[in-house]
């Protein structure tokens, strides 16, 4: 099917969401954005298309897509901006315009129901399947990656992009897999916890991979907030899964889990504050997300510092590091206890 060409309107370099969702659709070939119309003039350029309103649209194209109040002199809503098309000579416009959302929709039920079947093939996978590399990521990489400007620019092949898919780099987040699909922790996982699950999506395939080894283990997903997508239909699935939200760390606070995964608050001071209420009791594995996001350097020297400490701290156990970007972005550190 050929692409949908658009043109965006209004679209904001603050509007993070509604950038994840079009990076996702143009990296996955359903749209082709083929002007961005400003925001305003200081605005950053996101798809570098930026044009003036009449040169955008003179541009032959399917929609408009409403991405926030419009330019400075369309401010207003999907109807808003479709009036003021209207009145001012634009008036074949008006049929095409829409917003993200409504664009969005049919590529999220589309998406949801493969993650499903994906999700169905790991909890039934046989072990030459769930070790081989080329097989598992496959499955991970159809299974939507969050479109980060970084990844969807330089995209690994095979990634399907979503925005309710795992927010990792995927091959780093396929290395973790790997390792847990190794048979040397079947059966003996019994119960794991996560904090920070956001959309669930990187819960759901640890959750299956692990839970395809012991089918009695217990997957608590912790969170302060309830972000996740098609949880009940994941559950039949994959019934380990449990949702603790709102709860956070230290709901949790000297339990001892035999998997542990942190990737909540990346400050320096919620990275250590879950480190000491659950990390440090893990049993035998312990995961940190974003060992070098240097992002959150800021927020007292974050999770880079905070990876740094506590590599120092569990300095007798086995240290692995799966990264693809070591000196800027994202990273997996583990900690196998010994
Ligand atoms: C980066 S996202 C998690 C991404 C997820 N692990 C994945 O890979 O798809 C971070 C999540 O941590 C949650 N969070 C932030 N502070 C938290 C805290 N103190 N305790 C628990 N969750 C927290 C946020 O609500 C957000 O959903």
Redesign the pocket.
Known sequence: MAAKKVVTFGLRYKDFSRQRNLFALRNNSEIEIVAEIAYDDSDEEIFFKRTSIEEGLAIPHDYVIVCGPGPSMVKGSVEEVAQWLSDNGFSEEVSKVTNVTNLTMAHFEQIQTHQLQVLKELVTASDAQIHDRNWLGERIYSYGI?PFFKLAKDPEPGVTWSTCG???VPSE?LDLCLYLSDDRWKGRIDNAI??????????YILAAILYRGNPQMTYNM????D?LVHFDAVKEIVPSLKKCIP???ADFAERSFDFC?I????SYD?MM??YMNVGRYASKILVF?DIFGHEYDHLNGGTVRGWQEIKELEKDNKITEFTKYPDFWMGLGVVEKQ
């Open positions: 969050n795992i927010l990792q987040f996560e904090v920070g699950v956001w959309r669930g999506a990187s819960s912790v969170d302060i907030y972000g709860n956070t760390s995964f990737d909540a608050d990346h919620g504050g879950d997300h």
